[in-house]
């Protein structure tokens, strides 16, 4: 068997754990979570996410975004919390995923530029970007990074979420695609990206939770509404905690536990070889909002 192939035992190892935090926003202080402390976690789901043609519904997703930063920051007001992360004087890189058949989506898109705005950041500091990161202005002076990306299992890397959507911040991106892109994580340490991250949106919208093949990146019978989103400071939390989601759906429609072809093992070696964040579920708060029916987790 080749190093990529996973076994089922592999499999449940890596999805049994559920990360920390990475490059943690300023209102958090950057850095690992001591012993006994926990980084937080915020899933919300509502049933009214997507309208009656599957898209999403705009004011909807706004107030799903609303209620999960509110709930990270303990803050009571929106715009107090969005204020926690970011600064007027900040100049502000939304990370988007441009895939066409699961991107991030305008309506999360807009929801979370909508309260860069109201934070105070005048609106030619803000960019919302995907694969041209790197020849963007906004992003090569950027002071903060919002992170938002679909979560989807990944024929490369087991599973692409937060983590994998740094990939376009660098010139080569196949330089991180050995053992099924086991350090990702290395791209977050880099000098354009390290500290800046104040915010992570794992988009659950409509997950894709299984693909047949190495050759097979989409198919519409592996797709279900979730409804939600994952929101946390650590995108290795963000990652584990959609992993153990798609893992359940995976188990529920097969009937058993149906390990993808690639091992998702970079989200474990976030933690235990790049100390990005925690892999411990134990040190995950996870605050469920909203709708639980089908949660999963």
Known sequence: MSRNM????????????????????????????GAGEKVKVVLVRDPNALDASG?????????????????????????????????????????????NQLPTTSQVEQAIKRRVLD????????????????RNPIF???????????????QWAGMGSCLKNYIQFVPKPSDYHADSCADLAKIWLLPNVKGKTRLNILVMLTPLFYVPGSKTQYDKQYVWPYKGLIVSPDPVAADATGLRVITAKGREFFGQDQPPRMSPHHIQLADTRHHLGVSDPARIELVKLGWKEGILI
Do not use: C, Y
């Open 6 to 33: 996973i076994t089922r035992r592999d499999f449940l190892k890596v999805a049994s754990v559920a990360p920390l935090a990475g490059a943690l926003l300023p209102a958090l202080r950057a850095g690992r979570a």
């Open 55 to 99: 898209a999403p519904d705009a004011e909807v997703i706004q107030r799903m975004l609303d209620e999960a930063v509110r709930a990270l920051f303990g803050e009571k007001d929106t715009v107090k919390a969005w204020k926690k992360i970011i600064n007027p004087s900040d100049v502000v890189g939304i990370k988007t995923n441009v895939w």
């Open 119 to 134: 934070a105070g950041v005048p609106e030619d500091k803000v960019s919302i970007d995907d694969r041209g990161v790197l």
């Open 140 to 154: 090569q002076n950027a002071t903060a990074l919002i992170n938002a990306r679909p979560a989807r299992v990944h």
